[in-house]
């Protein structure tokens, strides 16, 4: 059974940084693309960023390029998301979900995790 | 890049059969393959239909999914609605011009 279990969430303040980490099972983490999706509060979806099977491609959408950072142990099967800079509006819970490829072009995702709430105030 | 654009609610009876859309910005919707994730109150998203059409096992035959290319939309249609089908719904596709996953912003399904 694939499982994803996110942590690391919690109270920020502004201008602050976190670090997420999603612990995959269950399937070959080391073959899959990961992504990081939000949803903030009563908001809809969002893909934040993508990372590849081999660490070596990376996907970050333009409202965090620059101060977020995505990365992956495979000996340790999980991902990461290094957050700095924080703002009000990245407030959100944070997703960690599997990637689905074919013949390079990972354009859905398949499983989610149950996500970790961050909340950005003073 | 595009965007898909999605009703920001719709309502029906238990029993009866809804129809969502995502309507694509620009590029066609044809171009590369529509998603739909069901999200219940308090849970993750799952899946309900890929690939255009495709259902995960699991999810009912009473889901569907279409795309049509002269309105540049996709659709999702849930057949026989239940108090269970009541979600929001997102639509997704795959913009390769930035290589990047794109959800519509998601349409509120009450069954009353």
């Known amino acids: 059974e694939v499982q994803l279990v996110e942590s690391g969430g919690g109270l920020v303040q502004p201008g602050g940084s976190l670090r997420l980490s999603c612990a995959a099972s269950?399937?070959?983490?080391?073959?899959?693309?990961m992504h990081w999706v939000r949803q903030a509060p009563g908001k809809g979806l969002e893909d934040v960023s993508a990372l590849s099977s081999n660490g070596g491609s990376t996907y970050y959408a333009n409202s965090v390029k620059g101060r977020f950072t995505i990365s992956r142990d495979n000996s340790k099967n999980t991902l990461y998301l290094q957050m700095g800079s924080l703002r009000a509006d990245d407030m959100a819970v944070y997703y960690c979900?599997?990637?689905?490829?074919?013949?390079?072009?990972?354009?859905?995702?398949?499983?989610w995790g149950q996500g970790t709430l961050v909340t950005v105030s003073s | 890049n595009f965007m898909l654009t999605q009703p920001h609610s719709v309502s029906e009876s238990p029993g009866k059969t809804v129809t969502f859309s995502c309507t694509r910005s620009?590029?066609?919707?044809?171009?590369?393959?529509v998603q739909w994730y069901q999200q219940r109150p308090g849970s993750s998203p799952t899946t309900v239909i890929y690939?255009?059409?495709?259902?995960p096992s699991g999810v009912p035959d009473r889901f569907s999914g279409s795309i049509d290319s002269s309105s540049n939309s996709a659709s999702l249609t849930i057949s026989g609605l239940k108090t269970e089908d009541e979600a929001d719904y997102y639509c997704?596709?795959?913009?390769?011009?930035?290589?990047?996953?794109?959800f519509g912003g998601g349409t509120k399904l009450t069954v009353l």
């Open positions: 269950g399937f070959p983490f080391n073959t899959y693309t």
């Open positions: 997704q596709s795959y913009d390769s011009s930035n290589r990047g996953v794109v």
């Open positions: 620009s590029g066609s919707i044809a171009s590369n393959y």
């Open positions: 979900a599997r990637g689905y490829c074919i013949n390079g072009v990972c354009y859905r995702v398949d499983y």
């Open positions: 690939d255009d059409n495709q259902r």
